[in-house]
């Protein structure tokens, strides 16, 4: 009796699968109006996984949705037209709720409220200065783009996607970037011993 339940389920699942890949076969043709009816078509769908997923935070869903469908229109080129649509779909959403979350939890982490903080920032302020200092003059040993790199993924917290998007470069040139400008930091530390 279950697989005939999930019959009509799966069935519905895979003509939903046919509609929005026309759709977007169309859309990466070219045609405007299929573009336009493939991005209506797919909003409730991601509205419903990020609803779903995103249990306390209600209100933050259809901003969520809207980062997602931009996403997925600016990166139409890269879909495979072999692969199942809505896996490309629901992946490039899935990132963008991380991202989100991410940005969500470093929000929280500076906003929580301290009881002690004159006592806590006393000493701790002139050590953090003297940290901060010392931080950009190693960086300042780095290129322009391995400094910036490092800056926004490891000090601000961004994804490599945004550092891309930041940097107008590809995000195989960030992660060459860290990496580099990590290098050279450790290499350039350690003689300084």
């Known amino acids: 009796m279950i697989t005939v339940q ?3 389920v799966q069935e519905a699942l895979q003509a939903t699968e046919r509609q929005l890949k026309a759709l977007m076969l ?11 009816g493939f991005l209506r078509a797919v909003a409730p769908h991601l509205r419903g996984f990020l609803r779903r ?20 229109h600016h990166q139409r080129h890269t879909y495979d037209v072999s692969a199942p ?8 959403t899935r990132y963008k709720l991380i991202d989100w979350l991410r ?4 929000q929280d982490a500076l906003n929580v409220p301290l009881d002690d903080e004159d006592e806590l920032f006393a000493s701790g302020d002139i050590e953090a200065a003297d940290a901060r200092r010392e931080l950009d003059k190693a960086l300042a040993l780095l ?13 601000d917290g961004w ?8 940097l107008s470069i590809s995000e ?8 580099r400008g990590l290098k050279t930091l450790a290499g350039k530390l350690r003689n300084l011993r």
């Open 6 to 8: 999930r019959a009509p």
């Open 26 to 36: 169309e859309s990466m043709a070219g045609n405007q109006v299929a573009c336009q």
């Open 53 to 72: 997923r995103m249990g306390r935070w209600p209100d933050e869903v259809e901003d969520l949705v809207q980062e997602a469908l931009l996403a997925i």
């Open 85 to 92: 649509l809505t896996s490309w779909l629901y992946a490039i």
């Open 103 to 106: 940005r969500h939890a470093r």
């Open 143 to 155: 290129s322009e783009q391995q400094r910036a790199a490092i800056t926004h993924t490891k000090l």
């Open 159 to 166: 994804s490599v996607r945004e550092t891309a998007t930041a």
């Open 172 to 179: 195989a040139s960030v992660k060459v970037a860290v990496h």
